[in-house]
């Protein structure tokens, strides 16, 4: 703690903290605007200037009160558990031993993972297709090379990048030679600025290449023409067009969801089994599990080793750290 920023006592000092917690977890505005948030809270709640006179009780008592606003109405599950997540990051930042990181679902204030995540949101190969298609045809129609450029970057989504990435990931600068995709902390438009390498197969290394060869082709940096918030506007307004016209359903996040269902199926098959996700397969959590240690042999705790394993490791790809955010993938 020594040496560390900690006043609290008026917005610009705020701010200034909230930087320095952002860029101590090695995170992004996200985290910082998040961060804010919380520490402006503790000031008008707790009524105090600096964590150094942080307390346990401080942190159950604003605690208490999201509980008391969620129960209200006057504030989401979603709100309260961002202040949960970022009040503990405080904690980390200020590294004392007499506060310990607290668990939302300790207070009913988690966002439950329920069967509801477990159902399959990953695009059909046909909708896919169409698509891109579709964009083809804008193209053609207007000439417009926003419609080409966004038909790459539903391409290169396939290696796991969100929207956002595939738009802004400058693929000039990548060394697609060996079987992995660096996206870097600042400049690839990674989620709250965090760097991550996925590990790439063939044909997804062909989709980068055809990417880079169409950005190279058209003198473009990366596949986001305009602005950021331009270029979002511009795929969020396309396909809103293409789904009204045409009646399809694609969604941009789906083919993350797709991407996760195939690298949990070759994980499993790496180790000598053929196991598909729960998401697939439309079963029950406890139905699933049950299939699978009887069609496998393996023992519920083998088995409960091996899952969690695989689910890491997709976590990390996904540019998570949790691995709980894979069951809303997967089931």
Not at 145 to 166: C, D, F, M, P, T
């Amino acid at each position: 703690m020594n040496g560390k920023a900690l006043s609290i006592k008026n917005d610009s000092k705020i701010s200034y903290l909230a930087k320095e917690i952002s860029e101590f977890l090695h995170r992004g505005s996200a985290t910082n605007e998040k961060i804010s948030a919380t520490l402006h809270l503790l000031r008008n709640e707790i009524k105090i200037k600096t964590l150094k006179n942080l307390e346990e009780s401080h942190i159950h008592k604003i605690v208490s009160a999201l509980k008391e606003k969620v129960s209200a109405g006057t504030m989401s599950t979603s709100a309260a558990g961002s202040y949960i997540s970022s009040l503990n990051n405080v904690i980390r930042y200020v590294v004392r031993d007499d506060l310990h990181a607290i668990k939302a679902s300790d207070y009913g204030l988690s966002r439950n993972i329920s069967e509801k995540d477990g159902i399959n949101k990953e695009n059909s190969r046909e909708a896919v297709a169409a698509y891109k298609e579709w964009l083809d045809k804008k193209f053609q129609e207007t000439n417009d090379l926003r419609y080409a450029a966004l038909k790459q970057a539903v391409g290169i989504q396939s290696v796991n990048l969100r929207l956002r990435e595939s738009l802004l990931i400058k693929l000039q600068n990548k060394d697609l030679s060996k079987n992995t995709l660096k996206v870097s902390a600042k400049g690839d438009g990674s989620k709250n600025s965090r760097a991550r390498e996925i590990l790439i197969n063939p044909e997804q290394k062909a989709t980068l290449l055809e990417a880079r060869h169409f950005l190279k082709d058209n003198g473009l940096k990366n596949l986001n023409i305009g602005t950021i918030r331009q270029g979002r506007d511009f795929a969020n307004n396309t396909l809103k067009a293409f789904r009204e016209e045409t009646n399809i359903a694609f969604h941009y996040h789906g083919e993350r969801h797709r991407t996760t269902h195939e690298a949990y199926k070759e994980a499993w098959q790496a180790k000598g089994y053929d196991i598909e996700c729960r998401a697939r397969t439309g079963e029950t959590k406890s139905e699933w599990v049950i299939r699978i240690l009887v069609t496998t042999g393996l023992s519920k705790v083998e088995f409960q080793k091996m899952d969690k394993e695989i689910r890491l490791k997709i976590s990390r790809g996904l540019g998570h750290e949790r691995i709980e955010i894979t069951e809303r993938y997967l089931g």
